[in-house]
């Protein structure tokens, strides 16, 4: 007698408990129980047929938050499609440039962004288009098949698609629920943008995994953060954020501790969070619980919840679940000791299944089949981790990764520049921001504010330095070597002076 089994959590939840709220869309208000959502993904999954999207196609969203985009991804991976949702913040050529890469069957747009390059239908057309598509039927979803694609950027400045398979993708939300206490009663409150980890992965798979539910707001604003969070109607137990979003809640007018007691935790990551940031929040009772992961390997570490064990152990990333192994290695690929910081490496089933179309950068990433995240890190006698440096010369700005080279590259041929570098310097609101040192020829003035603004029309916003300085020459090594520690040496002794 055949069998048929759920394809994926919502369709296993939708039986568990067909009535239980999944997901709230709060720009709308419209709510959607386990089995309302399942019946979408089933819909979506028709539609994204009835377009010729298959197996290893791309299906780009170029799109703001919305519950559409989470229906998306899961029709995506019932039918093998690859759901790719590029940053709308982008400048046009650097959306198109991804467009391009991607090659994508469908590009969904938003109709509330101007220039979306290549789009084919908007949300709206396709949430009106829901209704009247024949549910497909139940199909088993090879869990090693990609469905996700986050591109990033690599120290060329060239994207590179992360391919993130189901298992991946389900391994890290295993992860996060193990570190992060959730379970059915469990509330997200999801802000941040969702073709990042956090926004995708992070503010809705452990919940629906778990039974939980998402509340999907279309972006972080502060005050209205701060308001959902204290709302007693909505019992929010999970929110996800980076450092400069936890910030920018404390620094409100109408902040109060006791509007975020009904949290499990805040949750951080994606940049550096300063410990006596996060010793600020833990004096007024709110744990925060600090966490590492990447597009690559999704959650790696994360903290206790324990208010004395944040306070002693602030700045710390905490530790990895047994489904994930790490190894802290020197520059020969030995293992370090305790205490001596080493570069990050990660197996387990967290880790992507490659770059899109680049075998080379592949292969160049695993070391006998560790991935090697670039990222310097030490672990204490206690266990606890602390991501101490970059190995690359990306910095974050805002929870947002800049990769210096691609800045530099827009200023190739720039009049009367003879060369530049940029480097990421401290910035109290933002976490980091870009600083562009810059030799202009011999004799010649350059323009800062002209610079900045041929920046401007070439990429996102916070991309673009914050700061310019000129210089006579860089520092280089004997092998011609740009020194950026040698440059940010510099600026730091220019900003105490």
Known sequence: MATSSPVDSVALQARLGP???????????????????????????????????????????????????????????????????????????ELATLVARARPRLTVGDERLAERPGEDITLRELLRELPRAAPALPEPIDPDRPSLMLFTSGTTGQPKGVLLSERNITDTALNFTMLARVGRSSVFLGDAPMFHTIGLISNTRPALLSGGTCLISEAFEPAVTLARLADPALRVSHYFCVPQMAAALRAQPTYEPAKLAGLTALFTGGAPHAAAAIRTFVREGIPVADGFGTSEVGCVFGMPLEL??????????????????????????????????????????????????????????????????????????????????????????????????????????????????????????????????????????LDSARLLAHLHERLARYKVPRFVTPMEALPRTSTGKVQKQAIRAVLAKTDAS
Request: net charge negative.
């Open 19 to 93: 009535d239980r709220l999944a997901a709230v869309e709060l720009a709308s208000g419209a709510r959607f129980s386990y089995a309302a959502l399942d019946l979408d993904v089933a819909r979506c999954a028709t539609l994204l047929r009835e377009r010729g999207c298959g197996v290893g196609d791309r299906v780009v969203a170029i799109a703001k938050n919305h519950v559409a985009q989470l229906i998306m991804h899961l029709a995506c991976a019932r039918i093998g499609a690859i759901y790719t949702p590029l940053n709308w913040r982008l400048a046009r050529p």
């Open 308 to 445: 004395p064990v944040i306070d002693d152990k602030a700045g710390a990333v905490g530790f990895c679940t047994p489904r994930v192994l790490t190894r802290i290695v020197d520059e020969a690929g030995v293992d370090c000791p305790v205490g001596t910081a080493g570069e990050l490496l990660v197996r387990g089933d967290t880790v992507f299944a490659g770059y899109y179309e680049s075998p080379e950068d592949t292969a160049a990433a695993f070391c006998d089949g560790w991935f090697r995240t670039g990222d310097i890190v030490r672990v204490d006698d206690d266990g606890f981790h602390y991501v101490v440096d970059r190995k690359k010369d990306m910095f974050i700005s805002g929870g947002e990764n800049v990769y210096p080279a691609e800045i530099e590259a827009c200023l190739l041929g720039f009049p009367d520049l003879v060369e530049a570098s940029v480097v990421g310097v401290p910035d109290e609101r933002w976490g980091e921001v870009g600083h562009l040192v810059v030799v202009p020829t011999k004799g010649k003035d």
